[in-house]
Every structure is written in structure tokens, then in C-alpha cells.
Nanobody, 120 residues
Framework: QVRLVESGGGLVQAGGSLRLSCKASGDTFSRYEMGWFRQAPGKEREFVAGIDWPGERTTYADSVQGRFTIARDNVKNTVYLQMNTLKPEDTAVYYC?????????????WGQGTQVAVSS
């Protein structure tokens, strides 16, 4: 099964940018669709963005559409989330997730999360 490790979180001022990375290992990267989720304090985990294999189709939550971009590097086995024009309400722990192509709608594979904090 795939192992996912996120990096790139931090503290940024409103209007700033961050790029999150998620390195996959342990299985063939081409077997997986990838996604980013986030969970803010006191709230449920929510979908942020998803990308298919090999990366031709992307989907976004309405709240991040036009500000965030998901991409994957299939040579480096890494998926990225470029976050621009950040808002305080983007503050959350961000998780990378993976699911095998054709395995169903759930996301069984998760990273440990990386904290993003946006100050006003």
C-alpha cells in the first residue's frame, strides 16, 4: 500500500501563498488518484482538491476554486497543492489522501497532516 508524507505547511499572512507537497512511496504511484483535504478546529474534515492519473482532470471545493491548484509530478511520485491568496478561514491541518483507481469513492490512504495557519 502507498505511504504518504506531507510537508510545506506553516504560518503566512492573509493574501500570501504556500505550496504543500505530498511524497508517495511503497506502491506504484500511477495506480492512485490523489487528493487534499483539510480540517479546521471544531470542524469536520473537508475535501479541498483532487487529481486523477496522470493528472489531466482536477476538481476543487468551491471555497478554493481559483486560488488553489493541485498538480502531480509522476516522476517524483509527489502531489502538490499551490495555495494563493490565502485567507484566515484557510487555517487548518491539511491532509494528503490517495485511493486506487477504480476502488470506489472512499479515501483509504492518508498522510499525517501539515498545519497551515493564516493570520489576518
Amino acid at each position: 500500500q502507498v505511504r504518504l508524507v506531507e510537508s510545506g505547511g506553516g504560518l503566512v499572512q492573509a493574501g500570501g501563498s504556500l505550496r504543500l507537497s505530498c511524497k508517495a512511496s511503497g506502491d506504484t504511484f500511477s495506480r492512485y488518484e490523489m487528493g487534499w483535504f483539510r480540517q479546521a478546529p471544531g470542524k469536520e474534515r473537508e475535501f479541498v482538491a483532487g487529481i486523477d492519473w496522470p493528472g489531466e482532470r482536477t476538481t476543487y471545493a468551491d471555497s478554493v476554486q481559483g486560488r488553489f491548484t493541485i498538480a502531480r509530478d509522476n516522476v517524483k511520485n509527489t502531489v502538490y497543492l499551490q495555495m494563493n491568496t490565502l485567507k484566515p478561514e484557510d487555517t487548518a491541518v491539511y491532509y494528503c489522501a490517495g485511493r486506487q483507481i477504480g476502488a470506489g469513492p472512499g479515501w483509504p490512504y492518508w498522510g499525517q497532516g501539515t498545519q497551515v495557519a493564516v493570520s489576518s
